[in-house]
Structure formats: structure tokens, C-alpha cells
């Protein structure tokens, strides 16, 4: 089928368009220079950005696929989680398209559609699937048994999102934002022993045993990282000393990417998960990369990672888990749906 995707869950207005698994178009259109004086996503800004984005980056979409919206077999978009605000954008603009056009429309799980954007590079997704999100909201473990119906959360960050953490210490450290750029390219020149910061969530209180799991064993937190990296920076500033900013900033990725790699390994070992794909836009991490891919080797398993383009939050991604619905033979949601900032994985489409 040709489906049609929405998405506008945070600063990114996409429109992607999808035959079955063939990508057509990815159109995006982002507010993030907007927030960048702001140091963060201001949520009024982003959804009224998508409003102004979004026909200009449907007509650019159907261009780019050559194609007309009679064309189209069906709509997909983003109903959660994301901003309540930006959410609505495009959840609106999805209910007017489908209603003026007549085409059934479906609510598709953002978080879901991460992973079901794996088909458009590298086709069909493998049994025993996991994968790792990670984001400037997101840091989770998934384990998809199958991708329409059946996907369970295995771990999730319990305070700040891996992209939050590297943009608050980018922040600390006068980096700029957003910091995962600015704190991936420091950390080049610098010496990632120079200190050792905590792996959150990594002692046996937390994480139990395989027999018997802690509360946490396949958990993230950042934010006691993040805190550390405040007091290192407060006894160098107090010695009268220059902050090492390389030093500082290689340390502090490296006890992000340790921690993540080392419980999604953990993770697909114990829940026999044998291929892996990785998502959001921390995976552009050059350490988080190289890391993972010699774990990930070491353990024997299958390591997928999308290009950067469809890995940032897109419109093809929605698209793309959109076509794979259709393809279940899943009824579509209707126009009754509402947005749902905390919609949880298990809700991949929104019932009618
Ligand atoms: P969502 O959480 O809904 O997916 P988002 O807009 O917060 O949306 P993305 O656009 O996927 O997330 O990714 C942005 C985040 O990725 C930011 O926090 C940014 O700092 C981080 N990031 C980008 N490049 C890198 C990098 N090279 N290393 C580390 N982090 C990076
Ligand atoms: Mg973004
Ligand atoms: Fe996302």
C-alpha cells in the first residue's frame, strides 16, 4: 500500500511517504534553530512551527514521490508520546487529510515506528528482534515479538533521556546547544579514563541477577551522572583551575555509552533477542557506534543501524510502521482518537 506518515511528536515536522517497504519520501522540517537560544525545546514554539511546516512539507513530500494524494492508500500519524501541543498538529492536520480525501487514517506509537522504520534500509525485520532508542527523549529497550501487535518494554530511563543528559552537560560544560554534536566532537581530544563518573543503576541492589532481576536491571538513569559531572566542574572552577572540557566531556560520554551498551547487550542475551537495531538521534554518537558494534560482535549479535536520516524522528518512520498495519490487516483508528503523551508501547495503532 501507499501510505502516507505524519509526524510532529517534538521540533521535527516530517511527511514520509512509503509503498509497502520502498521509501518515496522523507520530507522534514525541523524548529530546532529556533530553540537554540532557549538551550531546549520550548514546547509553544515547536507547535506552532509544525502548523506553519506542515502543507508546505506535505507538498514537498508528494513531490519528492511523485505522487498526488489520490494516490494515496492510507494515512498514518504520530498520536504519542511526545509534546501534547505538537502532537496535536499533526494528529489534527492527519483527521482533516483523511476526511476531506476519504482515506482511512491510523494513530501509530512513535516509539514503535523508531523500530518499524528498520524496513526501509535493509527490508523485513528478523525474529528475536530488539532494539535501543535513544534520544533528547527517549532511552529505552525494546523486545518486538511482533511489530504491529505484540512489543514490550524491556527498560527505560527513569529520570532524564540519554539526548536531555548530553545536552544539560553540554550546557555545563559552555558547549552550546544542542550538546550530542558538541560534546561527541570535544570528547575527541580528550581522555575518556581522565575521571571516572557512576554508571547509573549498575550495582547488584538495581540490577539483581539474571535469575532473580532488581527493580532496575535493564533501567537507565542520568541524572546522578549529570550531577557529578556539576561537582567536577565546581572543584576545578574552585582551584582557580581550567576546566579540562575535553577530559570532562569524554568521561561523561563514556559512562553514558558503557552503561547503555553494556544493558542492551545484557538485555538481548537474557531475552534471547539476536538482532538489534538502534534509533534516535543519539545514534549519530560516534562512541556509542563504535562501542556497541564491538559488544554487540563479542556477544554475537546482529547489530542494525538505519541511516542518520531515518534514525532523528521523521515522517517515513510513521509511514513505514503505517504500511506494515495495513499490511496486519489491522482496522484503521477512525477520527475519534485522541493524542496521548505517554502512550506506552504496547499501544503500537490506536483502536477504532
Ligand atoms: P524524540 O525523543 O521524540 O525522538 P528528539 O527531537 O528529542 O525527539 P532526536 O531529534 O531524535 O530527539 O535527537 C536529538 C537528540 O540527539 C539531542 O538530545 C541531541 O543532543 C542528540 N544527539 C545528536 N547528535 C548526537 C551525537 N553525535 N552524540 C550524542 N547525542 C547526539
Ligand atoms: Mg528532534
Ligand atoms: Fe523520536
Redesign the pocket.
Known amino acids: 500500500p501507499l501510505v502516507l506518515g505524519i509526524e510532529s511528536?517534538?521540533?521535527?515536522t516530517g511527511i514520509g511517504i512509503v509503498r509497502g517497504s520502498e521509501l518515496l519520501a522523507n520530507a522534514v522540517s525541523?524548529s530546532?534553530d529556533e530553540h537554540v537560544r532557549f538551550g531546549g525545546?520550548i514546547p509553544e514554539i515547536a507547535s506552532r512551527a509544525h502548523l506553519e511546516a506542515m502543507i508546505p512539507t506535505l507538498e514537498k513530500a508528494l513531490a519528492d514521490a511523485n505522487v498526488t494524494l489520490d494516490d494515496v492508500d492510507a494515512i498514518a500519524v504520530t498520536s504519542g508520546?511526545?509534546l501534547a501541543g505538537a502532537l496535536m498538529v499533526g494528529v489534527a492536520a492527519a483527521k482533516a487529510l483523511a476526511f476531506a480525501t476519504n482515506k482511512p487514517l491510523y494513530a501509530i506509537n512513535?516509539l514503535v515506528a523508531?523500530v518499524g522504520v528498520g524496513v526501509l534500509d535493509g527490508g523485513e525485520l528478523p525474529k528475536n528482534l530488539g532494539a535501543l532508542?535513544?534520544?533528547?527523549?527517549?532511552t529505552e529497550i525494546l523486545k518486538i515479538d511482533n511489530l504491529t501487535r505484540d512489543v514490550t518494554l524491556l527498560g527505560a530511563t527513569i529520570d532524564d533521556?540519554?539526548?536531555?543528559a548530553?545536552?544539560k552537560v553540554?550546557r555545563l560544560l559552555g558547549l552550546g546547544?544542542?550538546?550530542?554534536?558538541a560534546?561527541?566532537?570535544a570528547a575527541k581530544d580528550g581522555n575518556p579514563k581522565a575521571i571516572r563518573f557512576p554508571r547509573g543503576l549498575s550495582v547488584p541492589k538495581f540490577m539483581g541477577t539474571a535469575e532473580e532481576p532488581g527493580p532496575h536491571r535493564y533501567d537507565f538513569s542520568f541524572s546522578g551522572l549529570k550531577t557529578a559531572v556539576s561537582r567536577a566542574v565546581e572543584h576545578f572552577d574552585k582551584r582557580g583551575e581550567e576546566v579540562p572540557v575535553a577530559d570532562v566531556a569524554a568521561s561523561f560520554?563514556e559512562a553514558v555509552v558503557d552503561v547503555i551498551t553494556k544493558k542492551a547487550v545484557l538485555a538481548c542475551q537474557e531475552q534471547g533477542l539476536t538482532t538489534l537495531l538502534l534509533g534516535?538521534?543519539?545514534?549519530?554518537?560516534?562512541?556509542?557506534r563504535e562501542l556497541l558494534a564491538a559488544r554487540c560482535q563479542s556477544a554475537g549479535i546482529e547489530l542494525r543501524i538505519p541511516p542518520f536520516s531515518l534514525?532523528?524522528?521523521n515522517g517515513a518512520m510513521v509511514a513505514a510502521l503505517g504500511a506494515q498495519v495495513v499490511m496486519a490487516g489491522i482496522q484503521p483508528s477512525g477520527i475519534n482518537f485522541g493524542t496521548d503523551t505517554g502512550q506506552p508501547v504496547t499501544e503500537v495503532s490506536l483502536g477504532a
Open positions: 511528536s517534538c521540533d521535527e525541523s530546532m525545546v508520546p511526545g512513535h523508531h532508542l535513544v534520544s533528547g527523549g527517549h533521556a540519554a539526548g536531555e548530553y545536552d553540554a546547544y544542542p550538546g550530542g554534536p560534546i561527541d566532537r560520554q534516535g538521534g543519539v545514534a549519530a554518537n560516534s562512541r556509542l534514525c532523528t524522528d
